[in-house]
């Protein structure tokens, strides 16, 4: 507060003596008043560093505005897709929307948090979107993961999605489809869907989607109008999620 109160003393100095005086106000030239800013600026260097920081959370306030409105335009999409595996109540009176990468660290860190959240939360509902940002295994991967839940349905898609996420090393559609193997499902069938134009399109779809709401990275998760990037833990995410029933 002291800075800024330096700052605004400064200028209004400035003002009164540029209209104090009529014959004053008439003689000063633009060089002069540079001169007194200059001065000015000089004597109370700290007034940059708050214009600066003002400016950032200016920035801020614009881009969290934005990105709220975003979503609120892109409501169906992030929360009515078929394509999107859903953890917890189909029916809960709140949604955390994770956008993840099988091949992402940090979502293999968060996993245990999503799983704790849907544990400790009955009234929670959780949709998983596909984002495979990190090389053509990530996209693989996906491929096949939509692929379970078009042939063999939700349940299925919930189980292979909870495996592959908690699977060390590097996933592609070699690891995934062996999984599926494991789990009884159609290798062939599975195949054959992952390599359909529609599931192409989801992935697609789900990329434009980040893009418009100015996604850089996984995880990232969305709960009514505001985005949380990283693993941040389960104690951010929750007071999110309670947040928005709050309101």
Same mark, same amino acid.
């Given at each position: 507060m002291k800075a800024a109160r330096i700052g605004r003393l400064g200028w209004y100095a400035i003002a009164v003596l540029i209209t104090a005086? =009529? *014959?004053? *106000?008439?003689?000063?030239?633009r060089a002069e008043v540079e001169k007194i800013?200059?001065?000015?600026i000089m004597q109370n260097p700290?007034?940059?560093?708050?214009?600066?920081?003002?400016?950032e959370k200016r920035n801020q306030a614009v881009q969290a505005e934005a990105r709220s409105q975003a979503i609120l335009a892109e409501t169906d999409a992030l929360l009515r897709s078929s394509d999107d595996v859903i953890l917890g109540n189909p029916d809960g009176n709140a949604t955390l929307v994770e956008f993840f990468d099988f091949n992402c660290g940090y979502c293999k860190r968060a996993a =245990?948090?999503?799983k704790a959240l849907v544990a400790e939360? =009955?009234?929670?509902?959780?949709?998983l979107k596909d984002f495979p940002i990190l090389? =053509?295994?990530?996209?693989?991967?996906?491929?096949?993961?939509?692929?379970?839940k078009r042939v063999a349905g939700a349940a299925a898609a919930r189980d292979f999605h909870v495996r592959l996420i908690g699977m060390q090393g590097q996933i592609n559609a070699s690891r995934a489809l062996a999984l599926t193997e494991e789990m009884g499902l159609d290798r062939k069938k599975l195949s054959e869907e992952m390599a359909t134009p529609a599931v192409e399109a989801v992935?697609?779809?789900?990329? *434009?989607?980040?893009q418009r709401l100015g996604l850089t990275g996984t995880p990232s998760f969305?709960?009514?109008?505001?985005?949380?990037?990283? *693993?941040?833990?389960k104690g951010p995410l929750a007071d999110a999620i309670e947040a928005v029933r709050q309101k």
């Open positions: 005086s =009529p *014959a004053y *106000a008439q003689s000063i030239d800013v200059r001065e000015y700290e007034i940059i560093e708050e214009a600066l920081t003002e400016l =245990p948090d999503v939360d =009955p009234k929670l509902r959780i949709v090389g =053509p295994g990530s996209v693989e991967a996906a491929k096949v993961a939509l692929a379970v992935i697609v779809a789900n990329l *434009a989607l980040a969305v709960v009514g109008d505001q985005i949380i990037e990283g *693993a941040v833990g």
